[in-house]
């Protein structure tokens, strides 16, 4: 989660109103269409429920989290609360996971033991569904800039549309007195959260192991600042992503020996190629004199470099604007 995109300003406020709107509308809705499912024997609809209310926590869990990234780093959580978001939309990816497979049994059990439903129920709630949450993805599509939002954002769409397809099997059911639409629509909707919810589950899980960031690979980073005058040599290199808008590298340098008062073009060099080519904002970079004993890793003691053959370690922190 880039922590500036909801902290700063008007957008946050704006982010928290969105979702306290959203979360009054969905947990009306939930309970609407659960009572509508139970009275017109609708698994559809019952399923719909379930969508809803998994949905409500997600929006939960998003504001939380909006919350936490809205705090300033301090002693104890040094980079902030930039993965509360990511924390958030894989705990909420999970889960719907965990849902779209009991629709999915649910409904191949109703198909072998069809029930009659009533269709003009299924149709009338459905109807309102699509409007609430049409409009909610509406407002979310507004202030989706991270990965939790974004979560969030698409299950209110992927709520729309299969809210929509329940209105087109009430209508069939209606016209043709086939109750085994129900449950195959509900299929439909557990294979549409499914698809939904693993591409989120990838990428936050990702970001929570510290995996590279979507789109970029490390020898492509590396070859680019090799290109840098005065750059000898990259190793030890590594890149993670601290939010899913928020990106970090450190790595050691090797560059000839000059003094401490010249290598801070050669830094300043390096620290706009990484932000504008690679998006990374924080950056930790070692300049060497001299490439380490252990190309990757560098385990080796800066006193035994030093005593081996003078070997100096200057320490750069940079940070890209």
Same mark, same amino acid.
């Given at each position: 989660?880039?922590?500036?995109?909801?902290?700063?300003?008007?957008?946050?406020?704006?982010?928290? @109103?969105?979702?306290?709107?959203?979360?009054?509308?969905?947990?009306?809705?939930?309970?609407?269409?659960?009572?509508?499912?139970?009275?017109?024997?609708?698994?559809?609809? $019952?399923?719909?429920?379930?969508?809803?209310?998994?949905?409500?926590?997600?929006?939960?869990?998003?504001?939380?989290?909006?919350?936490?990234?809205?705090?300033?780093?301090?002693?104890?959580?040094?980079?902030?609360?930039?993965?509360?978001?990511?924390?958030?939309?894989?705990?909420?990816?999970?889960?719907?996971?965990?849902?779209?497979?009991?629709?999915?049994?649910?409904?191949?059990?109703?198909?072998?033991?069809?029930?009659?439903?009533?269709?003009?129920?299924?149709?009338?709630?459905?109807?309102?569904?699509? #409007?609430?949450? /049409?409009?909610?993805?509406?407002? #979310?599509?507004?202030?989706?800039?991270?990965?939790?939002?974004?979560?969030?954002?698409?299950?209110?769409? /992927?709520?729309?549309?299969?809210?929509?397809?329940?209105?087109?099997?009430?209508?069939?059911? $209606?016209?043709?007195?086939?109750?085994?639409?129900?449950?195959?629509?509900?299929?439909?909707?557990?294979? $549409?959260?499914?698809?939904?919810?693993?591409?989120?589950?990838?990428?936050?899980?990702?970001?929570?192991?510290?995996?590279?960031?979507?789109?970029?690979?490390?020898?492509?980073?590396?070859?680019?600042?090799?290109?840098?005058?005065?750059?000898?040599?990259?190793? +030890?290199?590594?890149?993670?992503? @601290?939010?899913?808008?928020?990106?970090? #590298?450190?790595?050691?340098?090797?560059? +000839?020996?000059?003094?401490?008062?010249?290598?801070? /073009?050669?830094?300043?060099? $390096?620290?706009? @190629? #990484?932000?504008?080519?690679?998006?990374? /904002?924080?950056?930790?970079?070692?300049?060497?004199?001299?490439?380490?004993?252990?190309?990757?890793?560098?385990?080796?003691?800066?006193?035994? @470099?030093?005593?081996?053959?003078?070997?100096?370690?200057?320490?750069?922190?940079?940070?890209?604007?």
């Amino acid at each position: 989660m880039h922590v500036h995109a909801q902290s700063e300003g008007p957008g946050a406020e704006r982010t928290k @109103l969105v979702l306290r709107i959203s979360l009054v509308a969905t947990l009306a809705y939930v309970a609407v269409t659960f009572v509508a499912g139970l009275r017109a024997h609708s698994l559809a609809l $019952l399923s719909e429920a379930g969508h809803n209310l998994s949905d409500f926590l997600a929006l939960l869990l998003s504001f939380a989290a909006v919350y936490f990234q809205s705090r300033p780093a301090d002693n104890e959580r040094t980079y902030g609360y930039q993965r509360a978001g990511v924390l958030a939309a894989f705990v909420n990816a999970a889960s719907l996971v965990v849902i779209a497979l009991w629709i999915g049994v649910e409904a191949v059990h109703r198909l072998s033991t069809p029930v009659a439903v009533h269709p003009r129920t299924m149709m009338v709630v459905a109807a309102a569904g699509v #409007l609430m949450n /049409g409009a909610i993805a509406a407002l #979310l599509w507004g202030v989706a800039r991270d990965v939790n939002l974004r979560s969030a954002f698409l299950h209110m769409a /992927g709520d729309t549309l299969s809210t929509a397809s329940v209105i087109a099997g009430g209508a069939a059911i $209606l016209y043709t007195g086939m109750s085994w639409i129900d449950p195959v629509l509900s299929l439909g909707i557990a294979a $549409l959260i499914l698809w939904s919810s693993i591409g989120i589950v990838r990428e936050t899980l990702n970001i929570l192991l510290e995996g590279m960031p979507r789109g970029v690979t490390l020898a492509d980073i590396r070859a680019e600042m090799q290109q840098v005058e005065g750059v000898i040599n990259v190793h +030890d290199l590594h890149v993670w992503s @601290l939010g899913s808008h928020s990106r970090a #590298l450190s790595c050691h340098v090797t560059i +000839d020996d000059i003094p401490v008062s010249e290598c801070s /073009g050669i830094l300043q060099r $390096l620290n706009c @190629l #990484l932000h504008d080519r690679f998006q990374i /904002g924080h950056t930790t970079i070692q300049f060497e004199n001299e490439g380490c004993a252990q190309l990757e890793g560098c385990v080796t003691p800066v006193e035994e @470099l030093a005593d081996a053959g003078g070997h100096h370690h200057h320490h750069h922190h940079g940070h890209a604007h």
